[in-house]
């Protein structure tokens, strides 16, 4: 086990992958020369050349096509959109043109391709650099959503995205990328759609994505050490493919749901799994579901409003002493 | 519209048509128009559901580059899209059978008139949204940059893609990293409903913007699937060679409207008639009789273009419609449509 940074396993995973598959090639806005606004793909130019580690214009839609493109004549291109929000200009060819392009072509197109995005609060960048979107993703039939939140899984999933046959949009959250942590050596990869179960407790499970998987498990601790109430943090780790059956199941165990998630409330994640959750196991809910989410609202930018925006540790506690005592 | 002042001379040597390459000219030009005017009846008949976008009048363009192509070359077309992806070879019943929604359908019904697509044949797919193509023939072309293998990848779309953002990123990006893509205008004067000179800031909304991204200013006859076919070799060749992206702009008429609910009463009194004079086909035909070809050889050539058009009515309207079970097939490479365990 080698510790590694959030950031850098990102640059580990694809460096794995285009060492072992020469039909992976890396695009995106200053990612190679420069190694990535977040410095998340150090080195991958001086290991790979320009040929397949390749600067762009800033031409998200021109990036996309690109990838698709290649994707549909055999190559395996990772794209990256270096914000989320970005995702906005170039999202006819998400949701129009690489999601649907299996289904609509009754299967003749396979599009391998891995959108790379940085996604998320934390930097103080305001509404257009730090809001959370895997819910718009969510909501396209045809594209599988990755939101990783430990460097092992960062490699791992990444890994996973590259070689799984269809598209996928890979969500890296932006203040984790100076989170250090163990990552297996050699070679590392992680399955789509595994839910992992990272604390049990009896008494709450809580359903957390990326920075709030962090944020939940330290709030759980302080659940269990100041209040007495003893939570089960689970991370789906991909919203598509859902792990329903790991969140079924330990649902089942504590009778209450609680979602923490940092994107808007409107059709947020956690709706699609509380509506689940809800309609197949009901009689083992022993109260209300409970949505801990950012409020309906741009993101703002100032420190303290953004910190009280976005689902903290604090407010967590709170709200879940509130609802669940 | 006299485009002939506007052309490009070709540069030397002049790229020969042979008497092979104009039968195959005819033959799809033949194949196109009355399979499209086909399309259309079969609406009239209620047998064609949806919306349809004819390349009446525009048949030259597809043919032109169609022959000139080679087998693993990737089409990109848009929704006016029939005719490109039949001049690549696609299958007749696989066309009408798709615009019926019928099994046979290219896409077994699940596309529509507006992607039709036949990847055997190397046709990508037609794009139904403005624009969103132009960065997907791209992304083919790098991808036979990378593999050194000279397909080049052929972009077809209307004069009203000029003025969408993905039209400019393309360009500049194909330009950048030297790909092997070449970039048709289809020029028919209308945007959709719209004159696309009234919204447009230059004359040729395509040609006029080479320039912005080092490319040459080419102007072709659309309605000469001579003029296209050597325009088509000659960029396509160098684009082989690793000479990069062209764009060409081709100008043509559509005869009909935009779409199936467009009568396009809002032509000038006129301009229809004039364009009738220069219609591709009647232009070919008269062509080749002054260069011998015998009445008898382009009369067999007629009956057995309109005899396909036949037999794949025929076909397509003897395939059952789809079965229900396709519905939640093919979201995803496992076959299926599951987002959850």
């Not at chain 1, 080195?43 to 021109?62: H, Y």
């Not at chain 1, 930097?123 to 939101?147: D, L, Y």
């Not at chain 2, 000179?197 to 659309?222: C, F, M, N, Q, W």
């Not at chain 2, 081709?250 to 609910?261: P, V």
Request: hydrophobic share 40%; aromatic share 6%.
């Amino acid at each position: 086990m080698a510790e590694l940074t959030y950031r850098d396993a990102v640059a580990a995973g694809i460096a794995q992958e285009m060492a072992r598959d020469e039909r992976v090639v890396f695009l995106g806005e200053d990612i190679a020369a420069a190694g990535g606004v977040f410095k998340a793909t150090v080195g991958l130019l001086e290991q790979f050349g320009p040929k397949r580690v390749r600067d762009t214009p800033i031409s998200e839609q021109a990036i996309l096509g690109a990838a698709m493109g290649a994707a549909m004549t055999g190559l395996r291109p990772i794209a990256e959109i270096m914000f989320s929000d970005f995702l906005a200009v170039c999202w006819d060819l998400v949701a129009n043109e690489i999601a649907k392009m299996r289904y609509m072509t009754n299967g003749q197109i396979a599009l391998p391709l891995v959108i790379r995005t940085a996604n998320g609060s934390g930097s103080r960048f305001g509404a257009q650099h730090s809001q959370a979107v895997e819910n718009w993703a969510m909501a396209i039939p045809g594209i599988k959503v990755v939101a990783p939140a430990f460097p092992a899984d960062v490699k791992g999933l990444l890994a996973a995205a590259v070689r799984d046959p269809d598209p996928v949009l890979f969500f890296e959250q932006k203040s984790l990328y100076s989170l250090k942590g163990e990552v297996p050596d050699g070679e590392h990869v992680e399955e789509l759609g595994k839910a992992r179960v990272l604390r049990e407790g009896k008494d709450c499970t809580i359903v957390a994505l990326a920075l709030m998987v962090h944020r939940a498990l330290e709030a759980a601790e302080i659940l269990e050490k100041e209040h007495g109430i003893s939570c089960t943090v689970v991370d789906p780790r991909s919203l598509v493919p859902l792990d329903t059956q790991t969140i079924l199941r330990e649902v089942e165990k504590t009778g209450r749901l609680v979602t923490v998630e940092e994107n808007p409330r409107l059709c947020g994640w956690g709706a699609e799994i509380a509506s689940i959750v809800a309609d197949e196991c009901f009689w083992s809910l022993d109260g209300p579901i409970v949505r801990i989410t950012t409020p309906h609202i741009p993101l703002p930018a100032a420190d303290q409003l953004e910190d009280a925006t976005v689902p903290s540790v604090e407010r967590i506690v709170r709200e879940i002493r509130e609802r669940i005592d | 519209m006299d485009t002939s002042t506007k052309r490009k001379k070709n540069a030397e040597p002049q790229i020969e048509v042979g008497r092979d390459v104009r039968m195959e000219l005819y033959r799809q030009q033949l194949e196109l128009r009355y399979c499209e005017k086909r399309a259309y009846d079969l609406f009239l008949q209620n047998l064609i559901k949806g919306t349809s976008h004819l390349s009446l009048g525009q048949e030259a363009i597809a043919a032109g580059f169609g022959v000139a192509m080679h087998p693993d070359d990737w089409t990109f077309c848009t929704y006016r899209g029939h005719a490109h992806t039949l001049a690549r070879g696609a299958s007749m019943a696989g066309v009408l059978g798709e615009l019926m929604g019928r099994e046979c359908g290219l896409l077994g019904g699940k596309g529509g008139s507006m992607h039709l697509t036949d990847v055997g044949k190397g046709a990508m797919g037609s794009y139904a949204i403005i624009g969103a193509h132009l960065p997907v023939a791209t992304g083919a072309a790098w991808s036979a940059q990378y593999r050194g293998t000279e397909q080049v990848a052929v972009c077809f779309f209307g004069d009203g893609t000029t003025n969408i953002g993905a039209f400019h990123e393309a360009l500049n990006f194909a330009v950048v990293w030297k790909l092997p893509v070449i970039f048709v205008c289809e020029n028919n004067l209308y945007m959709e409903y719209t004159p696309i000179h009234t919204v447009t800031a230059v004359e040729h909304p395509a040609a006029d913007r080479a320039s912005a991204y080092g490319l040459e200013k080419v102007v072709i006859d659309g309605n000469d699937a001579d003029d296209v076919y050597t325009t088509a070799v000659k960029y396509m060749e160098r684009a082989r060679k690793g000479g990069g992206p062209a764009l060409i702009e081709a100008m043509t008429y559509r005869h009909s409207g935009h779409s199936r609910a467009d009568p396009a009463k809002y032509r000038p009194e006129g301009e229809l008639e004039k364009w009738m004079q220069r219609d591709p086909i009647q232009l070919y035909r008269s062509r080749l009789l002054e260069l011998g070809f015998a009445e008898a050889t382009l009369k067999d050539l007629e009956t057995n273009a309109m005899r396909k058009v036949d037999d794949a009515t025929e076909t397509a309207k003897a395939s059952p419609v789809p079965s229900l079970d396709v519905i939640e097939k093919d979201v995803w490479a496992d076959g299926g449509a599951a987002w959850r365990n």
